[in-house]
T-cell receptor
């Protein structure tokens, strides 16, 4: 099963709300990623988890808080977002990072609108 | 740092024709991976084809093939017998191979429209 799932598909939130995005994969992948994608732009890396530990944080504002409860799940907690944070948030997974790192499989994304 | 350049923001092709999307990259690494990803409108990003830099043979996946020129740092994608379902944004991506975490470095993308 080469599938990464993301919920919800769409999310509208106010600037004072707290919400979470969820990502799940059952491919046994040990690396998971969060990307932000603006319209007609390539994905921008936000965070990388390797073996459930945060390995890369691309200087993302603290209003985005990632969490990896287990090897299959990845969450992105959102708080006090700004309208410019509106975007498609993509989750991806791969076999592992490092020497044997390989292609990433992407989820369908969560389209976030901040009002 | 690695960079990936896709010089064609938009392209169009007639159904059943062949089209080539260009990609160049800059790196001082000797071993790495290159990928083409496809993102249809409002749909999921999927991997189209991958190439390991140490392999001289160009990768092929059905109607999709690449022309990998390592010395020239060029990695173009050829789509043969174009189909309406090929309409999408295509991203060229680079990944280092070796040690540590290896994020993808994406180009800006080429929007391909297949016309009936």
């Amino acid at each position: 099963d080469t599938e990464v799932t993301q919920t919800p598909k769409h999310l509208v939130m106010g600037m004072t709300n707290k919400k979470s995005l969820k990502c799940e994969q059952h491919m046994g992948h040990r690396a998971m990623y969060w990307y932000k994608q603006k319209a007609k732009k390539p994905p921008e890396l936000m965070f990388v988890y390797s073996y459930e530990k945060l390995s890369i944080n691309e200087s993302v504002p603290s209003r985005f808080s990632p969490e990896c409860p287990n090897s299959s799940l990845l969450n992105l907690h959102l708080h006090a977002l700004q309208p410019e944070d509106s975007a498609l948030y993509l989750c991806a997974s791969s076999q592992e990072t490092g020497f044997r790192g390989y292609e990433q499989y992407f989820g369908p994304g969560t389209r976030l609108t901040v009002t | 740092a690695q960079t990936v350049t896709q010089s064609q923001p938009e392209m169009s092709v007639q159904e059943a024709e062949t089209v080539t999307l260009s990609c160049t990259y800059d790196t001082s690494e000797n071993n790495y991976y290159l990928f083409w990803y496809k993102q249809p409108p409002s749909r999921q990003m999927i991997l189209v084809i991958r190439q390991e830099a140490y392999k001289q043979q160009n990768a092929t996946e059905n109607r999709f093939s690449v022309n990998f020129q390592k010395a020239a740092k060029s990695f173009s994608l050829k789509i043969s017998d174009s189909q309406l379902g090929d309409t999408a944004m295509y991203f060229c991506a680079f990944m280092k191979w070796g040690s540590g975490n290896t994020p993808l470095v994406f180009g800006k993308g080429t929007r391909l429209s297949v016309i009936a």
